[in-house]
Structure formats: structure tokens, C-alpha cells
T-cell receptor, first 116, second 116 residues
Framework: AQKITQTQPGMFVQEKEAVTLDCTYD???????LFWYKQPSSGEMIFLIY??????QNATEGRYSLNFQKARKSANLVISASQLGDSAMYFC?????????????FGAGTRLAVHP | EAGVVQSPRYKIIEKKQPVAFWCNPI?????LYWYRQNLGQGPELLIR????????DSQLPKDRFSAERLKGVDSTLKIQPAELGDSAVYLC??????????????FGPGTRLTVL
């Protein structure tokens, strides 16, 4: 069975600093996708970044980068130059296969607080 | 482009009452998902539609929950009768049937259900 583990219930970071949010996963499927979503207090899930299991390069999207270590089954999210607006819940998720039509398995989330 | 639309945003009912949630996905998205997010947890899939067909409803409590997606566009999720444990945020998402990065699921703002 697939499983996502986020071991950090909460994280604090100073504005303009970088922060790493941890995510480990467990699956026996050779093909899978890894996602990070941001959920602000408004409740909407906002897609941040995607990494496919066969991708050779670590994914990057602006200030977001994904540190993908396949052998360790980890997919940590790195946010550079934190902003106050980054304060939110962050969820790591996994899909079976790289198709978009599969369900996402989510972790429990990490609450990030950015301080001025 | 309009995002995923859900209504109502909030609903408060007494236990044993029925309740229904409505979702309008992004135009052209053939896959629609209903997730339930309990407080302090990540979303969990209830049901997934490909066009009009429910292709994954293994997590849907079928004794009290039902869903439909007529004409492969809008969808309705119903609970009858509601129980105290059904209090949660119900999220609707939609996606294209694509591979890789283009398979991201777009989420609506959710409906926050409180059962008294």
C-alpha cells in the first residue's frame, strides 16, 4: 500500500530564509508521481510542484524546489527566500503511475509559519 | 479561466438530516474527485469519476453516501443521514487525463460541514 509520511507538524522560519519541509513515501510501484500542495487558511489546495519517479532532474518551480532522493524514498520541499504569504499548511502527496487520473494519497501536512 | 466551483461553502445541520454538496469542475476536465478532509489531516479520496463513470469508489461509505456526475460535468455528493463523524471539509477536484506535470489536480475551495 502507498503511504506518505510528514514528520514535522509545524515549522517556523524567518522571512527571507530558506526552509525544508520533509516528506517520505512508501510504495512498491515503479511508476509514481509526487506532489506538493499548499493550503492557506482559506482552505483551497494550491498545486506547487510535481516530480515523476522517472524524472532525472529535481523539479523546480520559482522559489520551490523538490529534493528527490529515490533510494531514500524522500521528496522534501525546499522554499527559498520565504515570504509572509508562505504561511500555510503544506501537503505532500503521491499518485500511482504518472497519469493524472489516479487518486492522490496525502500526508498529514506541515504547518509553516513565516515570521517577519 | 474559472477554477473548480463548489457550493455551499459552509453547511451546518443536525445529525440524521440529509445534506448535498455540488461541484462544477474546470471546463474540459474529464476526471473529477471528491475528497474528505478531517481536521488536522490530509484529504482522503471518496470517489473518482472518469466522465460519467465512477471508477474508484472503494472509500465511499455506501450505506449513507451517494454521488452522481450526470452528463460527465457537474457532480453532487450526498449524505443521508448525516452523523456527527461526518463533520469535515469536502473537497472537489478535477484534472485532465494527462501524464506528468500536466496531471495536477485542481481543487475547489471546499464545503465545510458541521454536524450537530
Amino acid at each position: 500500500a502507498q503511504k506518505i509520511t510528514q514528520t514535522q507538524p509545524g515549522m517556523f522560519v524567518q522571512e527571507k530564509e530558506a526552509v525544508t519541509l520533509d516528506c517520505t513515501y512508501d510504495t512498491s510501484d515503479p511508476s509514481y508521481g509526487l506532489f506538493w500542495y499548499k493550503q492557506p487558511s482559506s482552505g483551497e489546495m494550491i498545486f506547487l510542484i510535481y516530480q515523476g519517479s522517472y524524472d532525472q532532474q529535481n523539479a523546480t518551480e520559482g522559489r520551490y524546489s523538490l529534493n528527490f532522493q529515490k533510494a531514500r524514498k524522500s521528496a522534501n520541499l525546499v522554499i527559498s527566500a520565504s515570504q509572509l504569504g508562505d504561511s500555510a499548511m503544506y501537503f505532500c502527496a503521491m499518485s500511482r503511475g504518472s497519469g493524472g487520473y489516479n487518486k492522490l494519497i496525502f500526508g498529514a501536512g506541515t504547518r509553516l509559519a513565516v515570521h517577519p | 479561466e474559472a477554477g473548480v466551483v463548489q457550493s455551499p461553502r459552509y453547511k451546518i445541520i443536525e445529525k440524521k438530516q440529509p445534506v448535498a454538496f455540488w461541484c462544477n469542475p474546470i471546463s474540459g476536465h474529464n476526471t473529477l474527485y471528491w475528497y474528505r478532509q478531517n481536521l488536522g489531516q490530509g484529504p482522503e479520496l471518496l470517489i473518482r469519476y472518469e466522465n460519467e463513470e465512477a471508477v474508484d469508489d472503494s472509500q465511499l461509505p455506501k450505506d449513507r453516501f451517494s454521488a452522481e456526475r450526470l452528463k460527465g460535468v457537474d457532480s453532487t455528493l450526498k449524505i443521508q443521514p448525516a452523523e456527527l463523524g461526518d463533520s469535515a471539509v469536502y473537497l472537489c477536484a478535477s484534472s485532465l487525463d494527462r501524464l506528468g506535470k500536466e496531471n495536477e489536480q485542481f481543487f475547489g475551495p471546499g464545503t465545510r460541514l458541521t454536524v450537530l
